[in-house]
Nanobody, 123 residues
């Protein structure tokens, strides 16, 4: 499945953004969904994950308490609500899908990706 993240932009410290992820075709019902990000000059890192039925949300320590991952009831597409944004949250954000059993958090655990969306947080 081909994914597309959207909703990024330029914001100030403390602002909020909501990212969404859509599938070019098919449904995401059978996939666990994750959000990753890649800061400038750094490796891609895990942000959050949610189970197929919208349960089992799990977060990186760096975003816990500020970000919330959820899924749409209609199309089962994932959202990432980002509050209290900081300059260190600046990155290209990607959504990803996996059918892997267990608790995937590494990019290698996810087999469907798409173009990311850039989030820039100014100080």
């Amino acid at each position: 499945v081909q994914l597309q993240a959207s909703g990024g932009g330029l914001v100030r410290t403390g602002d909020s953004l909501r990212l969404s992820c859509t599938a070019s075709e098919g449904t995401l019902t059978n996939y666990k969904m994750g959000w990753f990000r890649q800061p400038p000059g750094k490796e891609r890192e895990f942000v959050a994950r949610i189970g197929r039925n919208g349960v089992g949300a799990y977060y990186a320590d760096s975003v816990k308490g500020r970000f919330t991952i959820s899924r749409s009831n209609i199309k089962n597409t994932p959202w990432l609500q980002m509050n209290s944004l900081r300059p260190e949250d600046t990155a290209v954000y990607y959504c990803a899908a996996t059918t892997l059993v267990g608790q995937p958090t590494h990019p290698h655990d996810f087999n469907s990706w798409g173009p990311g969306t850039l989030v820039t947080v100014s100080s």
